[in-house]
C-alpha cells in the first residue's frame, strides 16, 4: 500500500539551530517525493520536489531509495520557517499524489 | 493575483441537505483536484479532472460527486451531507501532461460544518 509517514507531529526548535523533519514512504513503483509547506492563513504551497534537487529557503531533501525516506532538512532555522510541512509521494507519470498527516515546525526565538 | 479561487471560504449546511463548493482558476491548467482534509490528518485525494476525464478514487464515496464545466471551474457536490463529512476541502491544479508531472497549485480551502 502507498503510505506517507511523518512520524512527528510537531517539532520546536530555537532559531539558528539545524531541523530536521522526518518522511518515509512506502510504494513499490518509482515516486515522486515533495514537500509542501503551509504557512500561518496562507495556502499549501509547493516547498521543493526531489527531482529538481535544489535547495528553497535554505532546506534541502534527499530521497533515499534504500531507506525510502525523503527527510526535509535547514542547517538554520530561522522564525519565519515556522509552518506546517506536508510530504508527499506521486507516481512517477501519475496524478494521485499521498499526503503525509504533517508536521508542525516551531522556530523559537 | 489570486490563482485558484474557492467559493465559499466557509460553509456551514445542514444533516442531509445538499452542498455545492467551487472553485475557479486562473491558471489554465488541465488537471483539477479536490481533497478533503480533516483535523490534523492528510490531505485525501477524492478525484480529479484530466481536461474532461472524470478519475473517482475508489474509495471516495458516492456521496460525493463533481462537474467541471469548463477548463477554469470546477464543483464539488455533496448530495447528503454527513456530520462526517465536516472537513476542509482543497481544490488544486496542475498543468500535468501524460507522463510528467508538475506541482499543483492550491486554493485556500472551503471549511465544511455540518449541522
Known amino acids: 500500500a502507498q503510505r506517507v509517514t511523518q512520524p512527528e507531529k510537531l517539532l520546536s526548535v530555537f532559531k539558528g539551530a539545524p531541523v530536521e523533519l522526518k518522511c518515509n514512504y512506502s510504494?513499490?513503483?518509482?515516486?515522486?517525493l515533495f514537500w509542501y509547506v503551509q504557512y500561518s492563513r496562507q495556502r499549501l504551497q509547493l516547498l521543493l520536489r526531489?527531482?529538481s534537487r535544489e535547495s528553497i529557503k535554505g532546506f534541502t531533501a534527499d530521497l533515499n531509495k534504500g531507506e525510502t525516506s525523503f527527510h526535509l532538512k535547514k542547517p538554520f532555522a530561522q522564525e519565519e520557517d515556522s509552518a506546517m510541512y506536508y510530504c508527499?509521494?506521486?507516481?512517477?507519470?501519475?496524478?494521485?499524489?499521498?499526503f503525509g498527516a504533517g508536521t508542525r515546525l516551531f522556530v523559537k526565538a | 493575483d489570486a490563482m485558484v479561487i474557492q467559493n465559499p471560504r466557509y460553509q456551514v449546511t445542514q444533516f442531509g441537505k445538499p452542498v455545492t463548493l467551487s472553485c475557479s482558476q486562473t491558471?489554465?491548467?488541465?488537471?483539477m483536484y479536490w481533497y478533503q482534509q480533516k483535523s490534523s490528518q492528510a490531505p485525501k485525494l477524492l478525484f480529479h479532472?484530466?481536461?474532461?476525464?472524470?478519475?473517482n478514487e475508489a474509495d471516495t464515496p458516492d456521496n460525493f460527486q463533481s462537474r467541471r464545466p469548463n477548463t477554469s471551474f470546477c464543483f464539488l457536490d455533496i448530495r447528503s451531507p454527513g456530520l462526517g463529512d465536516a472537513a476542509m476541502y482543497l481544490c488544486?491544479?496542475?498543468?500535468?501532461?501524460?507522463?510528467?508531472?508538475?506541482?499543483?497549485?492550491f486554493g485556500p480551502g472551503t471549511r465544511l460544518t455540518v449541522t
Open positions: 488544486a491544479t496542475s498543468r500535468d501532461q501524460t507522463g510528467m508531472s508538475y506541482e499543483q497549485y
Open positions: 510504494y513499490s513503483g518509482s515516486p515522486e
Open positions: 526531489h527531482i
Open positions: 508527499a509521494l506521486r507516481s512517477a507519470g501519475g496524478f494521485k499524489t499521498i
Open positions: 491558471l489554465n491548467h488541465n488537471v
Open positions: 479532472y484530466y481536461d474532461k476525464d472524470f478519475n
